[in-house]
């Protein structure tokens, strides 16, 4: 049977669809697989973990520019890998006022505004929140209080094990010597001590006044008291 040109047209289209079906199937679509092969691409930009850089304003199109139908990625997995990217806690959180953007070869591309920096933080607030909320969902209810009764309703009984006190030791109070009060001359600038609670402190003599004299501690403080006091 002889072929007509509709045929040849249509066989032709087919091919076509197929062709390109079979090329997007080639396509990586994993967006962590496109965030890796754009970080290895444009090292300069992109990162796949650890610190990341603020992005310039329509980094889309100046990456889609650049794809050929040889590149693995489509510009539909490339925007997918995009939104990814710009929502992850460490991309947020690099989104500062004053920050630099960059584009695909690192040169500076603009400041951050306040405005995209205060939403930037809003919503790594909000991403943190709803990811502790999900792990409060999913963590593992607490067993209730009455779980270990025993069938008939009544909480089983276990006897506690005695175990023996040790013997107290008796412990002996050593006597202190006596403190002897100073008889010795008095002179200014001397050490001594002083007799203040239940140790005696370690001062400078400074004057003597009759029964009284004024000391000074290793701290700095001055101190008036007795004669008597002096040990």
């Known amino acids: 049977m002889q072929q007509t040109n509709q045929d040849v047209k249509s066989e032709t289209q087919m091919?076509?669809?197929?062709?390109?079906?079979?090329?997007?199937?080639?396509k990586i679509k994993d967006s962590q697989k496109v965030i890796q092969y754009l970080s290895e691409r444009f090292p300069q930009?992109?990162?796949?973990?650890g610190e990341a850089k603020p992005l310039k304003i329509g980094i889309f199109q100046d990456i889609a520019a650049?794809?050929?139908?040889?590149d693995p990625i489509s510009k539909t997995s490339l925007r997918a890998a995009l939104r990814k990217y710009t929502s992850s806690w460490r991309y947020l959180a690099s989104v500062?006022?004053?920050?630099?953007?960059?584009?695909?070869?690192?040169?500076?591309?603009?400041?951050?505004?306040?405005?995209?920096?205060?939403?930037?933080?809003?919503?790594?607030?909000?991403?943190?929140?709803?990811?502790a909320e999900n792990r409060k969902k999913k963590a593992p209810a607490r067993k209730p209080r009455n779980a270990d009764k025993a069938k008939d309703g009544e909480r089983k009984f276990s006897p506690r094990k005695r175990t023996a006190k040790p013997s107290a030791k008796i412990q002996y109070k050593r006597r202190s010597k006596p403190i002897e009060p100073f008889n010795g001359e008095l002179k200014l600038g001397m050490e001594i001590r002083v007799s203040l609670g239940n140790s005696p402190v370690p001062c400078t003599l400074r004057e003597i006044n009759g029964d009284e004299v004024v000391v000074e501690t290793t701290t700095g403080m001055t101190i008036k008291t007795e004669k008597k006091n002096l040990v």
Request: with cysteine; aromatic share 2%.
């Open 45 to 49: 930009c992109f990162s796949a973990s």
């Open 15 to 26: 091919e076509t669809v197929t062709t390109e079906q079979t090329g997007q199937a080639d």
């Open 96 to 131: 500062k006022e004053g920050a630099q953007r960059v584009d695909l070869a690192g040169a500076d591309a603009g400041l951050i505004e306040a405005e995209h920096a205060e939403h930037a933080q809003t919503q790594l607030a909000e991403s943190k929140k709803r990811a």
């Open 66 to 70: 650049q794809l050929s139908e040889d």
